[in-house]
């Protein structure tokens, strides 16, 4: 896109925030669905947009670290820590709210989470903007986030007056988020900033989510979410080939999600999505070939069990979560 063009973009992005509408964006991970976040009026179009429960709290997207202090309260210097080492960029802390945050955005809660997006186009917007931007992902709730602009028009279309366009994202899933609130860090969704990375800014150990799984509300925790409404079944490597080979005589196509090569010699009806071995490459692919997959009508859609390793824990539970939410339409008639 050129310069002018996305200037009359944001321009009119702009006016569409401040007249209390919606606006979808790219971010680096995933797209979001911003709102004025301190106008309650078009934060309530969030929730009702996405059909999202009301006690969910929303991501509050920033312009640069400096708004922090205008947005959050007793900052520790952790948070500060963690803002100068990775932000702009795929990281969200959960603080304690300031007064300017509606209850609208928090579900009522006393924190709030904050991130600064490390895409251009978002943070051209933020900037222009000159505030803060409710946004969750792009999707109906608990469906699979959308990583192109053409995901959120083909999810939300008229729905949102202005989808701005900044291309396929480059994280591809959502950002790692980091409690800072209660005292001792716990990280709510695992993301592509790691939790070692995040130790050793902190220089502490950061718990994991489970061990904290009733005390939180963090909407990707719920057991089922970015999910696919074909049915989704995780195997492990070895098994895919037999597997599909048990399903030719139902004569019925099968989509495949891999980060290993398709076995040479296939002779199974197949859509075989081959994303590769590479952790990043991966995040970067998984979400838009769950889509495409979900738009053919298959009964069903294999996906290959990650690899252990640090560099896979997130996709692992992005995974997870999609595999127990997944199957809508292996229920219809
Ligand atoms: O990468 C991302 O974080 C994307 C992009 C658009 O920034 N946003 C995103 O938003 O994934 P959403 O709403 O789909 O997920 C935000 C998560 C939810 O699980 C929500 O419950 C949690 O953040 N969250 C937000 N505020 C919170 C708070 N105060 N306490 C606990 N969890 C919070
Ligand atoms: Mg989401």
């Not at 820590?81 to 603080?95: K, V």
């Not at 050793?200 to 150990?205: Q, W």
């Amino acid at each position: 896109m050129t310069e002018v063009q996305d200037r009359a973009d944001i321009a009119r992005a702009v006016a569409l925030l401040r007249a209390g509408e919606l606006v979808a964006f790219p971010t680096e991970t995933v797209y979001g669905l911003g709102a004025d976040a301190q106008n309650p009026a078009a934060v309530a179009k969030i929730f009702s947009v996405k059909g999202r429960p009301a006690d969910h709290p929303l991501i509050v997207h920033l312009p640069d670290a400096e708004h922090l202090t205008e947005w959050a309260r007793e900052i520790p210097r952790e948070a500060i820590a963690l803002s100068h080492a990775f932000w702009p960029g795929p990281l969200t802390l959960i603080l304690k709210r300031s007064e300017i945050v509606p209850d609208a955005v928090t579900g009522g809660q006393d924190t709030v989470g904050l991130r600064v997006p490390a895409h251009p186009l978002a943070l051209k917007l933020l900037q222009a903007f000159g505030s803060g931007l409710a946004a969750p992902s792009a999707n109906r709730f608990g469906r699979v986030s959308p990583t192109t602009a053409q995901h959120v028009r083909d999810e939300l279309g008229d729905a949102v007056p202005l989808v701005l366009d900044g291309g396929a994202c480059q994280v591809g899933i959502e950002s790692s988020i980091v409690d800072l609130s209660q005292g001792a860090p716990v990280l709510l969704r695992p993301g592509m900033i790691s939790r070692r990375e995040i130790e050793a800014v902190i220089g502490r150990p950061v718990r994991e989510a489970a061990s904290a799984r009733p005390a939180t509300r963090a909407s990707g925790m719920l057991e089922a979410h970015y999910a696919p409404s074909t049915l989704l079944v995780m195997l492990e490597s070895g098994q895919i080939a037999a597997r599909l080979r048990e399903r030719l005589q139902s004569g019925e196509r099968t989509g495949v999600v891999s980060w290993s090569p398709a076995p040479e010699g296939l002779d199974a009806p197949c859509v075989w999505h081959y994303i590769g071995p590479d952790a990043v490459a991966y995040a970067k692919g998984l979400y838009a070939s769950l889509r495409a997959l979900d738009q053919l009508g298959l009964a069903c859609i294999f996906v290959e069990a990650p690899p252990e390793g640090p560099d896979w824990a997130p996709i692992c539970d992005r995974l997870a979560k999609s595999v127990a939410g997944s199957g809508e339409s292996a229920e219809a008639p």
